[in-house]
């Protein structure tokens, strides 16, 4: 971690942690959290931390031990109370893995609620490790201030995701066909439950546009006239829904 990746813009460290937050409560950090706090940031006894658990809001705790190997913090006032990002989940096919980081922590900064890897046919990346993406949804919403951590849900075939997300409305990036542009596809739609997707570097294979052109609830959107890179097509696609249906 770096003092970029954790700290809000008011130069407090926020840290994500996984206990009940109350009044009079207390935390104690993970071993890699104390590291970062007592090595890294040299923090001590007194200092205030700001920590959240998605479901408590955000507090300030006051360490009152600090050592090598643990740091107990208290808790002293609630700064913020819980909120919830819009009901958006982004489906991707998976990307090499620096730009995979890149897609992910911007995702968790523009207010997905979910994320899921899902394979298609001209998906290059075979493997996901979600225990990567899930520290970099973690680090990536105690750097942008929410509240929430997005869920990180499992890798599955295109196919499957579709399933599974039943009647939830979905966005979907067709590169390869004559489809509206987002803005003006999403123009007067209902808010809800919802889903971006974004496909690989090859594009859908002509089977699976015409297996998403079926389903229902589903808007085909064009991202506009250049070729994007998969993350980049991320970043474009959650900003014009937020614009259009989120929380902007």
Known sequence: MSDSDTACATGKIRLFVGADLREDGGVEFSRDQTHYLVNVMRRGVGDTVLVFNGR????????????????????????????????????????????????????????????????????????????????????????????????VLPSLNLEAALSEMGTRKLMFCDEGGNVPPAAEALAGLERGPWAVLIGPEGGFSEDERAMLHARPNTAAVSLGPRIMRADTAAIAALSLWQAALGDW
């Open 56 to 151: 408590d809001g955000e507090w300030a705790a006051e360490i009152v031990k600090a050592g090598k190997r643990s740091c107990l913090a208290e808790l002293r006032t609630q700064t913020r109370a819980q909120d919830q990002v819009p009901d958006l989940h982004l489906l991707f096919a998976p990307v090499k893995r620096a730009r995979l980081d890149f897609l992910v922590q911007k995702a968790t900064e523009l207010g997905v609620a979910a994320i899921r890897p899902v394979r298609t046919a001209h998906t290059n990346v075979a493997r996901v490790k979600e225990e990567r993406l899930a520290a970099n949804v973690i680090e990536a919403a105690e750097q942008c201030g929410r509240l929430t951590v997005p869920e």
